[in-house]
């Protein structure tokens, strides 16, 4: 009964969305006429979900009314009660659909994000991982048309990356890159090992939606702003002017760096950019942390701490500890094939959140 409620009240919505995008005085309202378009466009695929959940139901009613009037010869009967088994198997597919498309959606999922990966434990071996890391998600997001830019990285003498932050523009990136958050853990053995160990390093990667402006206001009286100079390649310039720029949050003690900018400006609107989306994320954690404590069913924290994935190169192995998945397609995965692990991630995101919602009375 709460699923029909949830079902017909979002019809509702849907048919009074649309009478409202007729009406010319919405249509005149551009900015009303966009915000109504989007929640159309939102809720039309619940909407024709139910169209066909609720066409496989008045079928199936119609096969069970044949069976119980009686009458029928036998091969009626038969066609009734073929009828009857298909839509009962569609509709209990289509109502696992229902439930998923139910189910609440991250405000931020369809937001553009920005990737911060640092080298932990392991030394220069991190390092290069770290650069492989970022090498991954930039196939992976131009495999899905998003875009990447650069905007700072701590580079090592041999072409690893202590630290590396970067953004990928493009609709719904939060809402796949966000299952990268965490500690990845790689194991091989390094060139620089002669007796063949294999050593164990580990990258950290944070993925935070980006910050509007509006979302979080910086004060300038919080700020403190310091120039450098920047350093690792680029030639004569970057060694003689204070183009890198340093930024400090005083209430908070967040430090953000950039210095792939000649322009000192550019480089201060990067690392603002950085900072907004570090605090809002730090909001987002601190309100994640509440829900938490007043829910025992907790779906995917993506805590930092947390150890997602280990990459085996001598076995040539990828695994997700949060799924337990495993893969023996290493060489794919860092060449950006990350959808056969994000895919599965998303289906037991869907599963805790059914479980969850199951267990609340909510659908």
């Not at 378009?37 to 139910?50: D, G, S």
């Not at 580990?202 to 993925?207: P, Q, S």
């Amino acid at each position: 009964m709460q699923l029909g409620r949830q079902l017909q009240s979002v019809r509702s919505r849907y048919e009074e969305i649309a009478r409202q995008l007729q009406e010319p005085a919405v249509a005149a309202d551009g900015a009303r006429y966009r915000n109504l378009m989007k929640e159309y466009k939102e809720l039309t695929p619940l909407a024709q979900v139910y169209d066909a959940y609720e066409a496989v139901c008045r079928a199936g009613d119609e096969a069970r009314a044949l069976l119980e009037e009686g009458g029928l010869d036998e091969e009626l009967k038969q066609l009734a009660r073929a009828q009857l088994e298909e839509s009962t198997s569609r509709a209990q597919a289509l109502e696992g659909r229902l439930k998923v498309l139910l189910l609440p959606r991250d405000a931020r999922d369809e937001r553009s994000v920005i990737v911060e990966i640092r080298a932990g434990a392991g030394g220069e071996e991190a390092a290069l991982f770290a650069h492989s890391l970022q090498r991954m998600y930039a196939l992976y997001a131009q495999s899905r048309g998003w875009k990447v830019e650069l905007l700072n990285e701590n580079a090592t003498e041999l072409g690893g990356a202590k630290e590396v932050s970067f953004s990928v523009e493009g609709q719904g990136a939060f809402s796949r890159m966000k299952y990268e958050s965490g500690v990845h853990r790689v194991q091989r053995v390094p060139e620089t090992e002669t007796q063949g160990r294999i050593h164990t390093s580990t990258v950290t990667v944070a993925v935070m939606p980006q910050a509007e402006e509006v979302e979080v206001v910086l004060d300038p009286a919080d700020l403190k702003i310091d120039t450098f100079r920047s350093s690792g390649a680029g030639g004569q310039h970057v060694n003689k002017t204070s183009s890198a720029i340093r930024v400090t949050h005083l209430p908070t003690g967040l430090v953000v760096e950039c210095q792939d900018e000649r322009s000192q400006y550019k480089n201060k609107e990067k690392a603002l950019k950085v900072l907004r989306s570090r605090l809002l994320a730090r909001e987002q954690a601190r309100r994640d942390a509440e829900l938490a404590a007043r829910r025992k069913s907790q779906v995917g924290t993506g805590d930092r701490s947390e150890r997602i994935r280990t990459y085996n190169f001598p076995q040539g192995r990828v695994t997700d500890h949060r799924i337990g998945l495993t893969l023996y397609k290493l060489d794919a995965v860092l060449d950006g094939a990350l959808d056969e692990i994000i895919e599965p991630l998303i289906t037991a995101h869907r599963a805790q959140q059914l479980k969850a919602a199951g267990e609340e009375g909510d659908i």
